[in-house]
């Protein structure tokens, strides 16, 4: 036994074969209990129904796409203002009140860092190129470190030299000058600036 369609597009297809089969058999289907015509007017409402529906969606869809947009570009525009008012002002929040935006601050500064300790050198060679291992301990105030540069010069008043760059606070340093007298440093640095240079080590490979 054949099912009632459910989808609607199946259902006013069923509806265009029926009022048209009663239409054109009426010797077979003489007194249904609602008429062809009757069927054929309800199939056309709901068509013109759907049709209209159809449409009213489509056109909510585009609101709501451009309300979307207009939202964006109002957000855009007051950020705009908002970042030209906060510096204009110095983020001063009392001042930024007069437009209705309070509660932000400027970034905070990162400090530089501050004086690397305990610098050591624990471990040295000597023979076909010196090396010496070097470790200290982060310093104990100012900004976090993003490297440390190391630094040597001749004892007792050469002047400092850049020599090597450190992530973590150890380093060994390959090809250093043999049968001499060599002191050893290292500086804390991050993007506001340079620490106070450690304390110095002598190193004679």
Same mark, same amino acid.
């Given at each position: 036994m054949?099912?009632?369609? =459910?989808n609607?597009?199946?259902?006013?297809?069923?509806a265009?074969?029926?009022w048209r089969?009663?239409?054109d058999?009426?010797?077979?289907f &003489?007194?249904?209990?609602?008429? $062809?015509?009757?069927?054929?007017?309800?199939?056309n409402?709901?068509?013109?129904?759907? /049709?209209s529906?159809?449409?009213?969606? *489509?056109?909510? @869809? !585009?609101? +709501?796409?451009? =309300?979307a @947009?207009?939202l964006? @570009?109002?957000?855009e525009?007051?950020? *705009?203002?908002?970042?030209?008012?906060?510096?204009?002002?110095?983020?001063d /929040? /009392?001042?930024?009140k007069?437009?209705?935006?309070?509660g932000?601050?400027? &970034?905070?500064?990162?400090?530089?860092p501050?004086? +690397?300790?305990?610098?050591e050198? &624990?471990? !040295?060679? *000597?023979?076909?190129?010196?090396?010496?291992?070097?470790? $200290?301990? !982060?310093?104990?105030?100012?900004?976090? &470190?993003?490297?440390y540069?190391? !630094? %040597? %010069?001749?004892?007792?008043?050469?002047?400092?030299k850049?020599i *090597?760059t450190a992530i973590l606070s150890?380093?060994t340093?390959?090809?250093?000058?043999?049968?001499? @007298?060599?002191?050893y440093r290292?500086?804390a640095v991050?993007k506001?600036?340079?620490?106070t240079?450690?304390?110095?080590?002598l190193v004679?490979?």
């Amino acid at each position: 036994m054949p099912r009632f369609p =459910k989808n609607q597009a199946d259902i006013a297809a069923l509806a265009g074969l029926l009022w048209r089969g009663l239409l054109d058999n009426p010797a077979v289907f &003489p007194a249904p209990p609602v008429p $062809w015509y009757s069927i054929m007017t309800k199939r056309n409402q709901f068509a013109t129904v759907r /049709d209209s529906a159809l449409s009213a969606r *489509a056109v909510a @869809e !585009q609101a +709501s796409t451009d =309300k979307a @947009e207009a939202l964006q @570009e109002l957000i855009e525009a007051m950020k *705009a203002d908002i970042r030209y008012a906060e510096n204009t002002v110095d983020f001063d /929040d /009392d001042k930024l009140k007069l437009i209705g935006w309070t509660g932000r601050k400027a &970034p905070a500064v990162l400090p530089a860092p501050g004086q +690397s300790r305990l610098l050591e050198a &624990p471990k !040295q060679g *000597a023979g076909g190129g010196g090396w010496v291992f070097l470790d $200290w301990k !982060q310093p104990a105030a100012g900004g976090k &470190p993003a490297a440390y540069k190391v !630094q %040597r %010069r001749n004892r007792p008043d050469g002047l400092w030299k850049d020599i *090597a760059t450190a992530i973590l606070s150890e380093i060994t340093l390959v090809d250093q000058p043999e049968k001499t @007298e060599i002191e050893y440093r290292v500086i804390a640095v991050n993007k506001s600036g340079e620490g106070t240079p450690s304390n110095t080590v002598l190193v004679v490979l």
